[in-house]
């Protein structure tokens, strides 16, 4: 008698303390930090499926997620419409793989594109020469390092 008295006194320890670790992550979403700094558009491409991958994931499985895209060296290209008198030259490939990040974020509404100030005044671009949905922050790699810290999961394709 004492050992099911016992058991059903740690099973029911064990039953009342799962909604609680459930609960703790039930309303948090899935937080991703995609750091890209490559020049490569095979890379940036490569990211973007990724990024589709993701969204469809937790899309399909209703699972609230923030994700951030940073830009910071030659990947900021990628985040640019207008490249005059920039330390960039505009390359053919440059326009595909934007009009797939604009229908990413389009269709997503939780993916935030941020393009490195640093990297902006290293290469003369001005924030108007930022694609609409790019927002700037002020270090790339700082922003990386911040989301890190508040649990976003760290992404680079390399």
């Known amino acids: 008698m004492k050992s099911k008295t016992l058991a ?62 940073v830009a910071l060296g030659p990947c900021l290209q990628y985040f640019m419409k207008d490249f005059k008198d920039t330390g960039f030259v505009e390359m053919p490939y440059t326009q595909p793989t934007q009009a797939r990040l604009k229908t990413l974020v389009a269709t997503s509404g939780y993916i935030n594109l941020l393009a490195c100030q640093n990297t902006m005044e290293k290469k003369n671009v001005k924030p108007e020469q930022l694609l609409d949905i790019v927002k700037t922050t002020p270090a790339g790699v700082i922003k990386v390092i911040e989301d890190q810290a508040k649990g976003y999961s760290y992404i680079k394709i390399q």
């Open 8 to 69: 059903l006194s740690l099973l029911t320890l064990l039953v009342s303390s799962l909604p609680l670790q459930a609960g703790e992550n039930a309303n948090k979403p899935v937080r991703i930090v995609y750091q890209c700094d490559v020049p490569d558009d095979k890379n940036v491409d490569l990211m973007i499926n990724t990024l589709n991958n993701v969204v469809s994931y937790y899309q399909k499985n209703l699972t609230d997620y923030e994700i951030d895209v």
